[in-house]
Nanobody, 113 residues
Framework: QVQLVESGGGLVQAGGSLRLSCVVS????????VRWYRQSPGKQHEVVAA???????DYAGFAKGRFTISRDNAKNTVYLQMNNLRPDDTAVYYC???????WGQGTQVTVSS
């Protein structure tokens, strides 16, 4: 059974940076896509970024230019570098493995103004 564990969240001031990590137990296949989602109170979860097994990234519009997704297959880890954070980035961030649809427990990111 695959498990995903996120870490790296925290409290940061607007304009600051955080790097989230998602460690996947077991082997990440090159067929797997790893996605970062986020969910704010009262809102539906939304995709933040995704990365294919070969390392091709894709970003939601709000993340382009500020966030960078990367993966280290040797460490079974996917990272989300978030720069120039804004208060509306405050959310619980989750990683998800496609196509198995496994989820982590999430990590809280809070950006103060």
């Amino acid at each position: 059974q695959v498990q995903l564990v996120e870490s790296g969240g925290g409290l940061v001031q607007a304009g600051g940076s955080l790097r989230l990590s998602c460690v996947v137990s077991g082997t990440i296949s090159r067929d797997n896509i790893v996605r970062w989602y986020r969910q704010s109170p009262g809102k539906q979860h939304e995709v933040v970024a995704a990365i294919t097994g070969s390392g091709s990234p894709d970003y939601a519009g709000f993340a382009k230019g500020r966030f960078t997704i990367s993966r280290d297959n040797a460490k079974n880890t996917v990272y989300l570098q978030m720069n120039n954070l804004r208060p509306d980035d405050t959310a619980v961030y989750y990683c998800n493995l496609f196509p198995t649809n496994d989820w982590g427990q999430g990590t809280q990111v809070t950006v103060s103004s």
